[in-house]
């Protein structure tokens, strides 16, 4: 499931923003190298916000990792000829590793997060057989592969069986963005999704909200970091259709706490967090925690959808 925002407009992707004076300096690949002596030093330097820089650079590599496309379009999954756009065949098409075409059949569009998932975890985490059960799901856990950046980076540019080769699609820049973002949460400088969220087999959507979140000074963080663009109640933006912020983080925190972390692909919306990982984590559990007060953030009026009573992905930030 991804998050469609209705009321943001579009922004330029990597590629095209590196054609930019200022922050295509700042993304273009030599620039990148030379923040410091490689991705770990950029994340260490993150600050994920709307200032320019090496910092800044990173949340783009997450959003990437989400939804890496704009003008390209997928192949229709639901149709049996190739009626995407754009791409190596113009049809919405990728091959893979193998030069096989890989088609939509599945659904897996082509994202890096529709193959490892929210958590980066592929099989062993929240889309794995033991939970969400997606098809698509790879085998490899990106937070305990042992693949340096520099073989990462290789890897997606090429692809492999069954796996997209990114580097027709993307340049050298953006998958080591990318691959930084990865490096930078493998190894402990930004929060990662067991930080916000636990795995449960029987909760709905099988997760539910670590304890020892702070609802009210979430609340007070979304006052200050998150209602100019959504609103004092969450409504303003219509979220995947259906949800305002308030419902969206009470059914999908285990989506939206990434959204936090590195922002909304292809909107104004970037990286909310100012710190290292812990501090950010807790940034984030207490604005999700926040979220989840029915009467402080409703849903939408002409929208019913919403956790009921005694939901435990909530728990007991639930009111």
């Given at each position: 499931?991804?998050?469609?925002?209705?009321?943001?407009?579009?922004?330029?992707?990597?590629?095209?923003?590196?054609?930019?004076?200022?922050?295509?300096?700042?993304?273009?690949?030599?620039?990148?190298?030379?923040?410091?002596?490689?991705?770990?030093?950029?994340?260490?330097?993150?600050?994920?916000?709307?200032?320019?820089?090496?910092?800044?650079?990173?949340?783009?590599?997450?959003?990437?990792?989400?939804?890496?496309?704009?003008?390209?379009?997928?192949?229709?999954?639901?149709?049996?000829?190739?009626?995407?756009?754009?791409?190596?065949?113009?049809?919405?098409?990728?091959?893979?590793?193998?030069?096989?075409?890989?088609?939509?059949?599945?659904?897996?569009?082509?994202?890096?997060?529709?193959?490892?998932?929210?958590?980066?975890?592929?099989?062993?985490?929240?889309?794995?057989?033991?939970?969400?059960?997606?098809?698509?799901?790879?085998?490899?856990?990106?937070?305990?592969?042992?693949?340096?950046?520099?073989?990462?980076?290789?890897?997606?540019?090429?692809?492999?069986?069954?796996?997209?080769?990114?580097?027709?699609?993307?340049?050298?820049?953006?998958?080591?963005?990318?691959?930084?973002?990865?490096?930078?949460?493998?190894?402990?400088?930004?929060?990662?999704?067991?930080?916000?969220?636990?795995?449960?087999?029987?909760?709905?959507?099988?997760?539910?909200?670590?304890?020892g979140a702070d609802p009210q000074r979430g609340q007070q963080l979304y006052r200050q970091r998150c209602a100019g663009c959504h609103g004092a109640k969450g409504q303003r933006i219509t979220i995947d259709k259906h949800y305002s912020l308030g419902a969206f983080g009470r059914a999908k925190a285990y989506e939206a706490w990434f959204k936090i972390l590195a922002g909304q692909p292809h909107s104004p919306m970037r990286g909310q967090i100012t710190a290292g990982r812990s501090e950010s984590?807790?940034?984030?559990?207490?604005?999700?925690?926040?979220?989840?007060?029915?009467?402080?953030?409703?849903?939408?009026?002409?929208?019913?959808?919403?956790?009921?009573?005694?939901?435990?992905?909530?728990?007991?930030?639930?009111?």
């Open positions: 499931m991804s998050v469609n925002i209705t009321r943001h407009t579009f922004t330029p992707s990597v590629a095209s923003v590196q054609r930019s004076s200022n922050l295509g300096r700042a993304l273009t690949l030599p620039a990148l190298l030379g923040c410091g002596p490689g991705p770990r030093v950029l994340a260490a330097l993150v600050v994920v916000s709307t200032a320019w820089g090496c910092g800044a650079a990173l949340d783009q590599g997450g959003r990437t990792y989400d939804r890496w496309y704009s003008e390209f379009q997928p192949d229709d999954k639901r149709t049996e000829v190739h009626d995407g756009r754009g791409g190596p065949h113009g049809n919405g098409t990728l091959r893979d590793g193998d030069g096989k075409v890989i088609d939509n059949a599945r659904g897996h569009s082509y994202r890096f997060k529709n193959f490892w998932g929210w958590d980066l975890k592929g099989k062993d985490g929240i889309y794995g057989p033991g939970y969400q059960n997606k098809k698509n799901v790879r085998p490899e856990n990106l937070l305990t592969d042992k693949r340096s950046t520099a073989k990462l980076t290789s890897w997606f540019r090429a692809g492999g069986p069954g796996l997209p080769a990114w580097g027709s699609v993307l340049s050298e820049a953006e998958i080591a963005l990318m691959v930084s973002f990865i490096d930078a949460m493998r190894t402990g400088l930004i929060p990662r999704a067991d930080d916000i969220w636990t795995l449960s087999p029987t909760a709905p959507k099988n997760y539910t909200l670590n304890k984590a807790a940034f984030i559990r207490d604005i999700l925690a926040g979220l989840c007060d029915r009467k402080a953030f409703p849903r939408l009026a002409d929208h019913g959808k919403d956790v009921p009573d005694g939901d435990p992905r909530c728990g007991a930030y639930l009111r």
